[in-house]
C-alpha cells in the first residue's frame, strides 16, 4: 500500500491511515475512510477488496448468538457464528467453502468440498462480526476459534495469513485464537514452529483406531499412534495445553471404557477435554446425543483417571447454530 500511495505523490503517512481504518476501526469500504481525499478513495477501492463477504442471512437466537451466513463473491457461502458468554465473547469462523473429510456426524461434510477460502475472505468474516459485535452488543470479540465450516490446516497458507492479519492487524491476542483441526499431521507441524502461541485443539471423537476411522475417514491417512506422536512434538515446542474435541454420541463414543482409552491414549500430555453433546443433523437421523447421565459417567471417567473435562452447552440451538446447520436449512 505504501507504493501505492508513493506512485500518487502522496506522503508517506497515507498509508498508516488507511491501516488505522483498516485494524482499529474495522472500515468496510474506502468512503469512510474520510481523512482520505476523496479523489484517491475510488482507485483504492479498485486496488484493493475490503469486503469480500456480504451478509446473505443473519439469525438471532435467544441465548445472544447471532449467526451469519456470508456471501462470497462468486455465490459461495459459509457461515460464522458469535457466541457471548459471560466473560467473553468468541467468534467461530469458517475457514473452507465446504469440507472434503467427510466427518459422519458433521453437516458441512455432508456436502463435500467447494473451495478454498483466501486469507481475505476469512479476516472479512472477523471485520464483519466485529462491526456487529460493537454495534449490537457493545463489546469487542475476545476470541476466536477456527470451529466454522471446513479444515483450518487443509488450508493453511491463507489460515496463517489470517491468523497473521488477527493477531498482528487487529491486535487479539494469540492465546485467544484456536484452531481446530482433524488431524493433519504436516500442518499441526508448521503450526508448531511458528513462534506465536496459537492455541490447537484436536477434534477427537474416538480413541481407538476403529472407531475413528468408522466416524472420521481422515484416520486412514494419519492414524493416532502417528497424530499423538505430532501432538506431543507440538506440545514440546509449545509448552501450552492441547484440547480435545469429543462429541458425544448415544450408543456410539459414549461407553465409559472409551473414557479410559482416551486417558491411555494422552498419557503425558497436558490437555483438556471438551465433551460435546451431538447436534442431531438430518442426514444421519439415526444418531442422537448422548444421555446427561452417559456425558456424566464419561465425564467421571476421565476425573478419575486425572484428565479435565467440561461439557459444552449448546448454544444458539433455536438458529440452528451448530456447524453447517444454517446452510443446510436453507438450501432445504
Ligand atoms: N475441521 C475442524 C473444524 C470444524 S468442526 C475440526 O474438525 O476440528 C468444529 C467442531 O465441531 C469439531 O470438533 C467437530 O467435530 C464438531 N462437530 C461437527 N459436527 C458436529 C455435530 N453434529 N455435533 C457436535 N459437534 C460437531
Not at 484493493?48 to 456471501?71: C, F, M, N, Q
Not at 484436536?202 to 501432538?231: C, G, N, Q, V, W
Request: with cysteine; aromatic share 8%; glycine share 8%.
Amino acid at each position: 500500500m505504501g507504493r501505492f500511495f508513493e506512485e500518487r505523490g502522496e506522503p508517506e503517512y497515507r498509508a498508516g491511515q488507511v491501516e488505522k481504518w483498516v485494524w482499529e476501526r474495522a472500515a468496510r469500504s474506502f468512503d469512510e475512510m474520510t481523512n482520505i481525499p476523496a479523489a484517491l478513495r475510488e482507485p483504492l477501492a479498485e486496488a484493493y477488496s475490503l469486503t469480500p463477504v456480504e451478509p446473505d442471512y443473519v439469525a438471532r437466537s435467544r441465548d445472544g448468538t447471532i449467526k451469519h451466513l456470508w456471501r462470497l463473491d462468486d455465490g459461495e457461502r459459509v457461515e460464522s457464528v458469535l457466541i457471548p458468554t459471560r466473560g467473553r465473547l468468541t467468534l467461530c469462523l469458517s475457514s473452507q467453502a465446504g469440507c472434503a473429510l467427510a466427518c459422519r456426524f458433521c453437516a458441512t461434510g455432508y456436502f463435500g468440498f467447494r473451495r478454498q477460502l483466501r486469507a481475505a475472505e476469512i479476516v472479512a468474516q472477523y471485520r464483519e462480526s466485529l462491526r456487529v459485535a460493537r454495534e449490537e452488543l457493545g463489546r469487542p470479540i475476545s476470541n476466536v476459534v477456527y470451529m466454522g465450516m471446513g479444515e483450518p490446516l487443509a488450508n493453511l497458507d491463507a489460515v496463517i495469513g489470517s491468523l497473521r492479519a488477527l493477531h498482528e492487524g487487529f491486535g487479539l491476542g494469540a492465546r485467544r485464537i484456536t484452531v481446530s483441526t482433524v488431524g493433519l499431521i504436516p500442518g499441526i507441524l508448521e503450526l508448531a514452529r511458528r513462534p506465536e502461541p496459537f492455541e490447537l485443539a484436536l477434534s477427537l471423537h474416538a480413541p481407538t483406531h476403529d472407531l475413528r476411522l468408522e466416524l472420521m475417514p481422515i484416520e486412514k491417512r494419519y492414524p493416532l499412534p502417528e497424530l499423538f506422536e505430532a501432538l506431543r512434538t507440538y506440545q514440546s515446542y509449545k509448552n501450552r495445553r492441547l484440547s480435545f474435541e469429543y462429541t458425544l454420541i448415544r450408543g456410539i463414543n459414549d461407553d465409559p471404557a472409551l473414557a479410559d482409552a482416551l486417558a491411555d491414549l494422552a498419557e503425558g500430555l497436558i490437555c483438556f477435554v471438551n465433551l460435546i453433546p451431538f447436534n442431531p443433523i438430518p442426514s444421519r437421523p439415526e444418531w442422537s446425543p448422548s444421555s446427561p447421565s452417559a456425558i456424566e459417567r464419561f465425564s467421571a471417567g476421565l476425573a478419575a483417571r486425572g484428565v479435565g473435562s467440561a461439557v459444552r452447552r449448546p448454544r444458539g440451538r433455536d438458529i440452528a447454530a451448530a456447524c453447517g446447520q444454517l446452510r443446510l436449512s436453507r438450501e432445504g
